[in-house]
């Protein structure tokens, strides 16, 4: 269960906290007040022993004995016990506080609680009330209610502020991020992709804050795709025009001599099928971008890698060999996983195929394809002894149409890593390349087994 979750429920467990105190207390005082016992008196264990040792005093020990306790305690100031005759008046002839000695005599009269308020009689004939008034201010008093039992609208109206507050506050708790999010769709459809939540949520820690930030990576998402969209469509129409151009210049020879129609011919012919290669990778391209997994290519089948890689690199040794450089493989493991064998074919062959195109004549293209036995992923090196890239570039070599600033002019449109990156990564692997030690780049393509039941 998430924050959110958590939220709610402590909000809406100490609303109802609260509202069951309130009635708890409403409920107590009128009790209290129901059973009119006041604060005129102490009451509890230590005022029935004061008042029994009084008692006791005054009949063993007469009057006398009873004042000289009294003033002993009053002169330290912890008890005020006062003792009332059948006139009304303290033995030591303290005013009287009327509701407390009302509240004694009551108490005596009704038989409750006669440890707290006692009548002792003399022998001749006196009676003296014994009892320890409280001092009771007058908050207290309006703190009973004077005795009246409080209007059942007191709880009730304890529970509705205390849940009133606390929805209230939930509810602009919860509101507002949506507020937001709803203003940031909205945003978002109208075209400004550059609209962002995350600021707006500030300390947040709960659900709602995630999917402010899934928005966020969302709207990032989508605008970094309609971006490389833009670019995209500039550099194809830049690459198009350029054969087009040829063409139509083609043409145009032939027509104002016509001598030169063979030549012309052939120049025609082969912009044409510059043309046609270059519609080819942008439509296994775009096959490729559409693609979300492994599962969505076609003619997936169990597939020996290593033999895979070991062909690649014999066909790209066959064919370096006529450009005075080399291309040699070595393995270490074995690989058989369930894949769009083609996709991979394409993607290591244009990584080997540009290595051969850039490694220095006269040098070897390395390729290595190792699985440890420990290890459930796949890697694929091909190292080469070019120019390298510039440590900036490492990861825009693999964006469409990209030429890197050390990279040779030849044949060729910067399609053939882009296209190598798209068809590992729909396999779930990854592909990075660095510079080597030397001079050089080395690209790497990892390729999870795992989950495919290699074996």
Not at 7 to 28: C, I, N, P, Q, T
Request: aromatic share 6%.
């Amino acid at each position: 269960m998430g924050r959110l979750f958590w939220k709610f429920l402590f909000s809406y467990w100490a609303a109802l906290l609260l509202a069951v105190l309130g009635v708890e207390a409403a409920v107590w005082l009128y009790q209290l007040a129901a059973q009119g016992r006041g604060f005129s008196i102490e009451a509890g264990p230590r005022a029935a022993i004061i008042v029994g040792s009084a008692a006791a005093t005054l009949r063993h020990g007469g009057l006398p004995a009873l004042r000289a306790l009294m003033e002993d305690w009053g002169c330290h100031g912890n008890v005020l016990l006062f003792a009332v005759d059948g006139h009304g008046r303290d033995l030591l002839g303290r005013p009287v506080d009327a509701d407390a000695l009302a509240r004694a005599r009551m108490l005596v009269e009704a038989g409750e609680e006669p440890e707290v308020a006692r009548r002792v009689r003399l022998q001749d004939g006196e009676t003296y009330l014994l009892y320890i008034p409280t001092g009771a201010e007058p908050w207290q008093e309006r703190l009973l209610f004077r005795g009246r039992p409080p209007s059942p609208i007191v709880p009730l109206a304890a529970a509705t502020l205390a849940s009133l507050i606390f929805g209230v506050l939930l509810a602009w708790y919860v509101a507002r991020p949506i507020r937001y999010l709803r203003s940031a769709f909205a945003s978002l459809s109208q075209g400004r992709l550059e609209t962002r939540v995350a600021p707006l949520m500030g300390r947040r820690r709960d659900e709602v804050a995630d999917l402010g930030r899934d928005f966020d990576r969302m709207a990032q998402k989508l605008q970094n795709l309609i971006a490389a969209q833009r670019s995209l469509l500039h550099e194809v129409s830049h690459e198009l025009r350029s054969p087009l151009a040829r063409l139509q210049a083609a043409i145009g020879l032939v027509r104002q001599n016509p001598q030169k129609l063979h030549s012309s011919l052939e120049r025609i012919e082969q912009e044409a099928e510059r043309l046609d290669e270059l519609i080819g990778e942008l439509l296994t391209l775009s096959r490729l971008d559409s693609s979300v997994d492994e599962a969505s290519c076609r003619g997936v089948e169990p597939t020996d890698l290593v033999d895979l890689v070991a062909s690649i690199a014999a066909d790209s040794h066959f064919e370096a060999q006529t450009a005075g450089r080399a291309v040699v493989f070595s393995s270490q493991g074995e690989a058989v996983a369930d894949v769009c064998a083609g996709l991979l074919h394409r993607a290591v062959e244009n990584v080997v195929r540009n290595a051969v195109k850039y490694t220095r004549p006269g040098t070897t293209v390395e390729v290595n394809a190792t699985r440890s036995a420990s290890s459930e992923v796949f890697t694929v090196s091909v190292a080469d002894r070019g120019p390298g890239v510039e440590e900036g570039e490492l990861r825009a070599i693999f964006e469409p149409f990209y030429r890197g600033a050390t990279g040779q002019p030849g044949p060729g449109f910067g399609l053939g890593l882009a296209i190598a990156r798209r068809a590992v990564e729909v396999h779930g692997g990854r592909v990075h390349a660095r510079n080597r030690d030397g001079g050089g780049l080395v690209i790497e393509m990892c390729l999870p087994l795992g989950r495919r039941g290699s074996s």
